[in-house]
């Protein structure tokens, strides 16, 4: 696999594109007003972090238009911040968002969504479109994932793929949008896709390049089941269909919302993390017997290997060649200084046969 090195922080291309990324990367799901959704990083801490990042060659970003609870508030502070470092900052950035999930105006949080307000009918596509530019302050968009597969009661695709993909498709002849990509896919959706973007492009050139499912140590089914309740394949028939068609996974949830940082051992949660003050359905989801148990095993590991267990988590996700980069939220400086170290932690064939007996 090619790689190259910037400024210590090794680099990979997104799929088959000519696109290089971060191995390390940086997840603002979390940021944005704090009155809306538990969020945590807001203009003055996000500016330091997101100058930071570039200082140690973290320059992939992602958001979406409906973070922040469906406001648009985490593209608004990407957006504040490139109006102020100028454009040759917002030119060294891969700048990743997404639409299709609900979003509507600040301070409207309360409002019902019109029909037409979320979903992948080219009027929500290029209208969500629009926002996305005009929050981010910039004039494209690097990779757009549509978030979420549309779909009806019986699994059937809520709008015409030959819809959706020729909406996408004039988005890149429009210079909008850069490159294509999905989220919370599974194969055979990404393989009808893919079929319907061939059958209605511009030209061949126009390819999904990433595909951004649930995957971290933790948590090592969903990302071939995401978007249906059946399960379809398994772990590795999706890492491998994907590396097949040259698309790259970002993966998300990589520290599985901090469970794989080592902040919540057995009987000694973290009160300031994430998972325990958003409470309920998120103790219940991360903080399982199964999961604890995990952690111990992994803070063993980590131990030995003296790295911290975040970097043992983005380091054994990137020893996955389909996986370019590793998307990893923060919400504070340090975070960010321990995640940039993870591709230096190598992992050998023994761990990861120990990681895999542990995990899977
Ligand atoms: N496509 C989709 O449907 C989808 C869904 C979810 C997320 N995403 C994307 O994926 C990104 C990553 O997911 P995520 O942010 O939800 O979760 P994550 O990356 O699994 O976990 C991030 C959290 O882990 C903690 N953390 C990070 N680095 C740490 C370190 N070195 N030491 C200690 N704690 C550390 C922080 O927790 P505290 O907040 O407690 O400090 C941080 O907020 C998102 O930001 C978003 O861009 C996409």
Known sequence: METKTFRGMKCRRMGDSGLWVSEVGLGTWKWGDPSYDGSRVGDHDGFNILDRALELGIFHWDTASSYNMGSGNSERLLGRYFACRGSRARGQVVLATKVSNPARDEHEVEREFFPNESGSSRKYIMQAVDGCLKRLQTDRVDILYIHQPALMDDGSWATPLDETWAAMDDLVSAG????????????????????ALGSVASNPSRRIIAVQNWYNLAERVKVATEGKDRAEGDEQTFLNHVAQLNIGLVPFFPLASGLLTGRYHKGNFDASGRIVQDGGTWKDMFLTERNLNLVEELDRIAGKKKCSMAQLAIAWLLSHDVIPSVIAGVTKMEQLEDNAGAPLVEITKEELKEIDRISK
């Open 176 to 195: 909008k949008v850069l490159y294509l990509a999905v989220s919370n896919r599974t194969t055979s959706q990404i393989d009808e896709e893919i079929a």
